[in-house]
């Protein structure tokens, strides 16, 4: 098995569909079949089970699939190796972040990024998906949950406290919730992550018992955009609130956990000068929010 059809082949062994693995490769589908029927005919054993769940393992798959790990992991740290002894300022940089922080501050620096240095790309994947660094599907995470990988170097860009928000039209409509009310008759946007991980949801320490939840979302600019258009009351970090122009409930309460923001690459890519570039304009540009809020 060579290290092309090790990738076609950890594709389908992690994803389980043919439309998994093609997405995953930019390849189609018919591509990835026939790839793997021909490594089958090639090793002579059958690697997979066709099941109407998808594609699983067989046992000889599953021996394969740790013998194509270690392939990957040799090619990933021989790529990192040389690519962090590059001096070239072009070429491509993949960045991975959420929606909000894509349009609030990693898009700014693209822009400063490409007026200083046009021959250097980026590729944005604005996602709440949690891309794997170490498999080098990008080459920086801006990330609002610190990772423990001991591979990985770590800068926090931004701490802000989470707020309780609602737009001006929704107030002149409702009034504002009291305090100790369980949000009672009110109208309530969640983030539905947190909705669907936490036993008792809370708002600011609020329980939202006594409130109607009228949209779960699953991105952080999908709350703001909820409650922007006045559809309930939401829970968002101050500096979103402030920028989206929102009213700020019971400035004194807030929720335990703040917002905070981690910008996470590969120690031995953190040198590569178009990573490096990257990375200067990114921190330059929360810097200029963080002295404002």
């Known amino acids: 098995m060579n290290w092309d059809d090790a990738r076609v082949f950890l594709a389908?062994?992690?994803?389980?569909t043919l439309r998994g693995a093609a997405r995953t490769l930019h390849v189609d589908q018919a591509t990835v079949?026939?790839?793997?029927?021909?490594?089958?005919?090639?090793?002579?054993?059958?690697?997979?089970?066709?099941?109407?769940g998808g594609y699983l393992l067989t046992?000889?798959?599953?021996?394969?699939?740790?013998?194509?790990?270690?392939?990957?992991?040799?090619?990933?740290?021989?790529?990192?190796r040389t690519q962090g002894l590059d001096r070239a300022?072009?070429?491509?940089v993949r960045l991975t972040t959420?929606?909000?922080?894509?349009?609030?501050?990693?898009?700014?620096?693209?822009?400063?990024?490409?007026?200083?240095?046009p021959d250097v790309s980026v590729v944005l994947n604005s996602s709440s998906q949690l891309l794997n660094l170490s498999r080098r599907e990008a080459d920086i995470a801006i990330r609002t949950q610190k990772p423990e990988n001991p591979d990985l170097t770590l800068k926090r860009l931004a701490r802000w406290p989470m707020g309780l928000f609602a737009a001006q039209g929704y107030l002149d409509s409702h009034g504002a919730p009291e305090p100790g009310s369980a949000f009672s008759g009110h109208d309530i946007v969640m983030y539905e992550p947190y909705l669907t991980e936490s036993r008792e949801p809370t708002l600011v320490?609020?329980?939202?018992?006594?409130?109607?939840?009228?949209?779960?979302?699953?991105?952080?600019?999908?709350?703001?955009?909820?409650?922007?258009?006045?559809?309930?009351?939401g829970e968002i970090p101050l500096y979103m609130g402030q920028q989206d122009g929102l009213v700020h409930l019971w400035p004194e309460r807030?929720?335990?956990?703040?917002?905070?923001?981690?910008?996470?690459t590969h120690a031995d890519l953190r040198h590569t000068a178009r990573i490096r570039a990257v990375i200067d304009q990114v921190v330059e540009v929360f810097a200029g929010v963080m002295a404002t809020t």
Not at 38 to 52: D, K, Y
Not at 89 to 92: A, D, F, K, V, Y
Not at 98 to 117: K, Y
């Open 12 to 16: 389908l062994g992690r994803e389980q």
């Open 33 to 52: 079949g026939r790839r793997i029927a021909a490594m089958e005919r090639g090793l002579g054993s059958t690697l997979f089970l066709r099941t109407s």
């Open 59 to 80: 046992p000889a798959g599953e021996a394969a699939f740790e013998a194509a790990e270690r392939m990957e992991a040799s090619a990933i740290e021989l790529m990192r």
């Open 89 to 92: 300022l072009s070429g491509e």
């Open 98 to 117: 959420t929606d909000s922080l894509a349009v609030d501050f990693i898009i700014p620096a693209i822009a400063r990024l490409h007026a200083e240095h």
């Open 205 to 233: 320490g609020e329980p939202i018992g006594g409130g109607r939840i009228v949209a779960a979302v699953n991105s952080s600019m999908m709350v703001r955009r909820a409650i922007g258009a006045g559809l309930g009351i």
């Open 254 to 264: 807030e929720r335990g956990k703040p917002y905070e923001v981690w910008m996470v």
